[in-house]
């Protein structure tokens, strides 16, 4: 039967905190591991490719699944970002996709050329909703998946929420909107944004609403994957609470929040998220 994954980032392990020494990438490795996650995934965005290819044996040594993104600022830039998917035996590699033509016509150009490369390498991919990249926008995203209809995305809905300003509650046009997203989500990413903060703790009071929000996304992405998905796929749920300057600090540069334990604290949600979404047993006639 289909199963829920569930994956940390090694960007979102890493510290930043003034006057206090990363922890060696192996150790953080090791960490995820003692805290029972089932993958890791790599950010090519917060490291190089010579400085991922380093963690290629901590996921065999710590029992990890890999993951991977990608940020490809060309588009043969992909292939050797695959080529580290495999060495780590990621399913899929996540692209925000650093090639952002202003037009449609450009776009979906571009969309279609990271496809074909995929399909070469025979690698499956999904375009991450991301701001910055080429699914930057969330109207300009709905359009490209129209167009290309074999597009499938990783869903991080914490950037069009920042992106649009969103407001909830939403309005049945933007709900709309988001379900055509989810509808696309062969991943998802956990992070809680609000309207003008990308990343806010999970337990502060006056981000209940936040929370309440991008759970029902989840939720209902997750029951939208389940109607698609075959007895042996897996869905893959990504914790990445990133570092300064996602995490929100204070005037000493300390961040007001625990990402560790709100990691494992987004984990138990995507649990009880994946168990309510649960089809019913078959009731005898």
């Not at 805290?35 to 901590?58: N, Q, S």
């Not at 499956?124 to 709905?142: G, K, P, V």
Request: glycine share 8%; net charge negative; charged share 25%.
């Amino acid at each position: 039967m289909p199963e829920l994954r569930l994956h940390q980032s090694l960007w979102a392990t890493e510290l930043r905190r003034p006057g206090v020494p990363e922890t060696p990438v192996e150790a953080r490795f090791e960490q995820v591991a003692a805290d029972g996650w089932d993958g890791m995934t790599i950010d090519l965005g917060a490291m190089d490719l010579a400085a991922a290819r380093a963690t290629v044996p901590f996921f065999a040594r710590y029992g990890l699944e890999g993951g991977l993104t990608a940020f490809p600022r060309s588009i043969d830039e992909l292939r050797p970002a695959i080529h580290l998917a495999k060495d780590i035996g990621a399913p899929f590699v996540v692209i925000v996709g650093q090639v952002m033509p202003v037009g449609l016509e450009g776009q979906v150009g571009v969309v279609r050329e990271w496809l074909r490369i995929g399909r070469e390498e025979g690698m499956a991919l999904q375009f991450e909703t991301h701001r910055a990249s080429i699914t930057n926008d969330l109207f300009s995203t709905l359009q490209l998946i129209d167009a290309v209809p074999e597009m499938r995305l990783a869903c991080d809905l914490s950037h069009y929420v920042v992106d649009r300003e969103m407001i909830p509650p939403l309005s049945e046009e933007m709900g709309l909107q988001i379900s055509r997203i989810l509808a696309r989500c062969d991943s998802f990413q956990g992070r809680v944004a609000s309207r003008n903060q990308i990343q806010v703790q999970l337990d502060f009071p006056q981000h209940a609403k936040w929370l309440r929000l991008f759970e029902g996304w989840w939720r209902e992405g997750f029951a939208r994957w389940r109607a698609r998905a075959g007895e042996s796929d897996r869905l893959v749920f990504l914790s990445e609470l990133g570092p300064t300057e996602y995490a929100i600090t204070d005037a000493a540069g300390a961040e007001l929040s625990d990402r560790r334990l709100e990691a494992l604290t987004l984990r138990d949600i995507a649990r009880r998220l994946w168990a309510e979404t649960a089809p019913s047993p078959a009731v005898p006639e």
